[in-house]
T-cell receptor, first 110, second 116 residues
Framework: QKEVEQDPGPLSVPEGAIVSLNCTYSNSAFQYFMWYRQYSRKGPELLMYTYSSGNKEDGRFTAQVDKSSKYISLFIRDSQPSDSATYLCAMNSGNNRLAFGKGNQVVVIP | GAVVSQHPSRVICKSGTSVKIECRSLDFQATTMFWYRQFPKQSLMLMATSNEGSKATYEQGVEKDKFLINHASLTLSTLTVTSAHPEDSSFYIC????????????FGQGTRLTVV
Protein backbone atom coordinates (compact mmCIF):
# COMPACT_ATOMS: atom_id res chain seq x y z
CA GLN A 1 0.00 0.00 0.00
CA LYS A 2 1.37 3.40 -0.96
CA GLU A 3 1.86 5.90 1.85
CA VAL A 4 -0.34 8.46 0.14
CA GLU A 5 -3.21 7.68 -2.20
CA GLN A 6 -4.68 10.31 -4.48
CA ASP A 7 -6.96 9.26 -7.29
CA PRO A 8 -5.16 10.82 -10.27
CA GLY A 9 -8.23 11.10 -12.45
CA PRO A 10 -8.60 14.45 -14.25
CA LEU A 11 -11.37 16.75 -13.12
CA SER A 12 -13.21 19.22 -15.34
CA VAL A 13 -15.59 21.73 -13.80
CA PRO A 14 -17.39 24.83 -15.08
CA GLU A 15 -16.19 28.20 -13.88
CA GLY A 16 -17.72 29.09 -10.52
CA ALA A 17 -18.15 25.48 -9.39
CA ILE A 18 -16.63 24.01 -6.24
CA VAL A 19 -13.64 21.77 -6.78
CA SER A 20 -13.24 18.97 -4.26
CA LEU A 21 -10.01 16.99 -4.00
CA ASN A 22 -8.91 14.41 -1.46
CA CYS A 23 -6.15 12.08 -0.38
CA THR A 24 -5.90 9.20 2.01
CA TYR A 25 -2.80 8.01 3.79
CA SER A 26 -1.60 5.06 5.79
CA ASN A 27 1.22 6.42 7.95
CA SER A 28 -0.18 7.54 11.29
CA ALA A 29 3.06 9.43 11.99
CA PHE A 30 2.18 12.10 9.43
CA GLN A 31 1.56 15.39 11.21
CA TYR A 32 1.93 18.03 8.50
CA PHE A 33 -0.35 18.12 5.51
CA MET A 34 0.16 20.23 2.43
CA TRP A 35 -1.49 20.94 -0.86
CA TYR A 36 0.68 22.03 -3.76
CA ARG A 37 -0.36 23.48 -7.07
CA GLN A 38 1.74 22.66 -10.11
CA TYR A 39 1.35 24.29 -13.49
CA SER A 40 2.52 22.43 -16.54
CA ARG A 41 6.32 22.04 -16.71
CA LYS A 42 6.82 24.01 -13.51
CA GLY A 43 7.81 23.15 -9.98
CA PRO A 44 5.10 22.80 -7.31
CA GLU A 45 4.11 25.81 -5.23
CA LEU A 46 2.71 25.53 -1.74
CA LEU A 47 -0.97 26.36 -1.59
CA MET A 48 -2.10 25.30 1.87
CA TYR A 49 -0.42 23.84 4.91
CA THR A 50 -2.17 22.38 7.94
CA TYR A 51 -1.02 20.75 11.12
CA SER A 52 -3.25 18.21 12.89
CA SER A 53 -6.95 17.72 12.31
CA GLY A 54 -9.34 20.50 11.47
CA ASN A 55 -10.13 23.06 8.81
CA LYS A 56 -8.05 25.88 7.45
CA GLU A 57 -9.37 28.54 5.15
CA ASP A 58 -7.44 30.90 2.91
CA GLY A 59 -9.55 32.94 0.54
CA ARG A 60 -11.32 30.57 -1.84
CA PHE A 61 -9.34 27.58 -0.58
CA THR A 62 -10.24 25.34 2.36
CA ALA A 63 -8.10 22.46 3.56
CA GLN A 64 -9.52 19.79 5.84
CA VAL A 65 -7.65 17.14 7.78
CA ASP A 66 -9.28 14.19 9.52
CA LYS A 67 -6.48 12.29 11.20
CA SER A 68 -8.83 9.68 12.67
CA SER A 69 -9.83 8.68 9.14
CA LYS A 70 -6.43 9.46 7.62
CA TYR A 71 -8.16 11.63 5.05
CA ILE A 72 -7.45 15.12 3.81
CA SER A 73 -9.38 17.35 1.45
CA LEU A 74 -8.98 20.56 -0.50
CA PHE A 75 -11.95 22.63 -1.61
CA ILE A 76 -11.76 25.45 -4.11
CA ARG A 77 -14.79 27.72 -4.13
CA ASP A 78 -15.85 29.88 -7.05
CA SER A 79 -13.30 28.17 -9.27
CA GLN A 80 -11.59 30.25 -11.95
CA PRO A 81 -9.89 29.26 -15.20
CA SER A 82 -6.62 30.33 -13.58
CA ASP A 83 -7.12 27.52 -11.04
CA SER A 84 -6.54 25.01 -13.85
CA ALA A 85 -3.46 23.08 -12.73
CA THR A 86 -2.40 19.85 -11.11
CA TYR A 87 -2.99 19.67 -7.38
CA LEU A 88 -0.78 17.43 -5.29
CA CYS A 89 -1.28 16.51 -1.69
CA ALA A 90 1.81 15.96 0.41
CA MET A 91 2.50 15.11 3.99
CA ASN A 92 5.30 14.36 6.38
CA SER A 93 6.05 13.30 9.89
CA GLY A 94 8.18 16.29 10.83
CA ASN A 95 11.46 15.41 9.19
CA ASN A 96 11.12 17.37 5.94
CA ARG A 97 10.76 14.20 3.90
CA LEU A 98 7.58 14.75 1.91
CA ALA A 99 5.38 11.95 0.62
CA PHE A 100 3.32 13.07 -2.37
CA GLY A 101 0.10 11.88 -3.90
CA LYS A 102 -0.09 11.39 -7.67
CA GLY A 103 -1.89 14.65 -8.24
CA ASN A 104 -5.20 15.64 -9.80
CA GLN A 105 -5.31 17.61 -13.01
CA VAL A 106 -8.06 20.18 -12.66
CA VAL A 107 -9.50 22.02 -15.63
CA VAL A 108 -11.88 24.92 -15.01
CA ILE A 109 -13.91 25.61 -18.12
CA PRO A 110 -14.89 29.25 -18.74
CA GLY B 1 7.99 32.85 -0.22
CA ALA B 2 11.65 32.12 -0.66
CA VAL B 3 13.07 31.61 -4.13
CA VAL B 4 14.76 28.49 -5.39
CA SER B 5 16.32 28.74 -8.82
CA GLN B 6 16.97 25.64 -10.89
CA HIS B 7 19.07 25.63 -14.02
CA PRO B 8 18.80 24.69 -16.81
CA SER B 9 15.05 24.54 -17.32
CA ARG B 10 15.46 22.07 -20.14
CA VAL B 11 18.36 20.16 -21.61
CA ILE B 12 18.81 17.68 -24.41
CA CYS B 13 21.87 15.48 -24.34
CA LYS B 14 23.25 12.52 -26.20
CA SER B 15 23.15 9.06 -24.72
CA GLY B 16 26.33 8.34 -22.76
CA THR B 17 27.08 11.92 -21.80
CA SER B 18 26.68 13.52 -18.37
CA VAL B 19 24.42 16.40 -17.43
CA LYS B 20 24.64 18.68 -14.42
CA ILE B 21 21.60 20.41 -12.94
CA GLU B 22 22.01 23.25 -10.45
CA CYS B 23 19.68 24.20 -7.63
CA ARG B 24 20.23 27.49 -5.81
CA SER B 25 18.45 29.06 -2.88
CA LEU B 26 18.54 32.77 -3.67
CA ASP B 27 17.46 34.43 -0.45
CA PHE B 28 17.91 31.89 2.32
CA GLN B 29 20.38 29.30 3.50
CA ALA B 30 19.27 25.82 2.57
CA THR B 31 20.52 23.34 5.11
CA THR B 32 18.65 20.57 3.36
CA MET B 33 17.97 20.06 -0.32
CA PHE B 34 15.87 17.38 -1.95
CA TRP B 35 15.95 16.02 -5.47
CA TYR B 36 12.83 14.59 -7.07
CA ARG B 37 12.01 12.94 -10.33
CA GLN B 38 8.61 13.20 -11.97
CA PHE B 39 7.33 11.18 -14.90
CA PRO B 40 4.36 12.43 -16.94
CA LYS B 41 1.13 12.32 -14.94
CA GLN B 42 2.95 10.80 -12.01
CA SER B 43 3.80 12.11 -8.59
CA LEU B 44 7.12 13.44 -7.43
CA MET B 45 9.40 10.62 -6.41
CA LEU B 46 12.10 11.55 -3.94
CA MET B 47 15.50 10.52 -5.20
CA ALA B 48 17.79 11.81 -2.48
CA THR B 49 18.16 14.17 0.43
CA SER B 50 21.31 16.18 0.95
CA ASN B 51 22.50 18.20 3.89
CA GLU B 52 25.15 20.84 3.41
CA GLY B 53 28.61 19.38 3.79
CA SER B 54 27.40 15.79 4.09
CA LYS B 55 26.94 12.92 1.70
CA ALA B 56 23.50 12.63 0.21
CA THR B 57 21.06 10.01 1.43
CA TYR B 58 19.57 8.15 -1.51
CA GLU B 59 16.17 6.51 -1.64
CA GLN B 60 15.94 2.81 -2.23
CA GLY B 61 16.41 1.94 -5.88
CA VAL B 62 18.23 5.15 -6.80
CA GLU B 63 21.76 4.54 -8.07
CA LYS B 64 24.11 6.84 -6.23
CA ASP B 65 26.87 6.35 -8.80
CA LYS B 66 24.55 7.40 -11.58
CA PHE B 67 22.93 10.37 -9.87
CA LEU B 68 25.73 12.29 -8.20
CA ILE B 69 24.63 14.90 -5.71
CA ASN B 70 26.83 17.60 -4.30
CA HIS B 71 25.72 20.07 -1.64
CA ALA B 72 28.91 21.97 -1.01
CA SER B 73 27.38 25.23 0.18
CA LEU B 74 24.25 26.47 1.92
CA THR B 75 22.92 27.91 -1.31
CA LEU B 76 23.87 25.40 -3.98
CA SER B 77 23.25 21.75 -4.68
CA THR B 78 23.96 19.98 -7.94
CA LEU B 79 22.65 16.77 -9.47
CA THR B 80 24.79 15.15 -12.14
CA VAL B 81 23.23 12.44 -14.25
CA THR B 82 26.19 10.40 -15.41
CA SER B 83 26.27 8.33 -18.60
CA ALA B 84 22.71 9.31 -19.35
CA HIS B 85 20.41 6.95 -21.20
CA PRO B 86 17.01 7.57 -22.78
CA GLU B 87 15.27 6.02 -19.78
CA ASP B 88 16.75 8.83 -17.64
CA SER B 89 14.62 11.31 -19.58
CA SER B 90 12.34 12.89 -17.03
CA PHE B 91 11.45 16.06 -15.14
CA TYR B 92 13.86 16.66 -12.27
CA ILE B 93 12.88 19.04 -9.47
CA CYS B 94 14.81 20.24 -6.46
CA UNK B 95 13.50 21.70 -3.25
CA UNK B 96 15.24 23.40 -0.37
CA UNK B 97 14.46 24.05 3.26
CA UNK B 98 16.21 26.07 5.89
CA UNK B 99 15.69 24.21 9.13
CA UNK B 100 15.60 20.92 10.90
CA UNK B 101 12.33 19.22 11.62
CA UNK B 102 9.55 20.41 9.40
CA UNK B 103 10.02 23.76 7.74
CA UNK B 104 8.51 24.76 4.45
CA UNK B 105 10.35 23.40 1.45
CA UNK B 106 10.51 25.64 -1.60
CA PHE B 107 10.67 24.12 -5.03
CA GLY B 108 12.69 25.02 -8.06
CA GLN B 109 11.02 25.31 -11.44
CA GLY B 110 12.26 21.91 -12.59
CA THR B 111 14.53 20.67 -15.38
CA ARG B 112 13.20 18.73 -18.34
CA LEU B 113 15.95 16.28 -19.36
CA THR B 114 15.71 14.54 -22.71
CA VAL B 115 18.35 11.97 -23.59
CA VAL B 116 18.54 11.13 -27.28
Amino acid sequence: QKEVEQDPGPLSVPEGAIVSLNCTYSNSAFQYFMWYRQYSRKGPELLMYTYSSGNKEDGRFTAQVDKSSKYISLFIRDSQPSDSATYLCAMNSGNNRLAFGKGNQVVVIP
Amino acid sequence: GAVVSQHPSRVICKSGTSVKIECRSLDFQATTMFWYRQFPKQSLMLMATSNEGSKATYEQGVEKDKFLINHASLTLSTLTVTSAHPEDSSFYICSASSGSGYTEAFFGQGTRLTVV
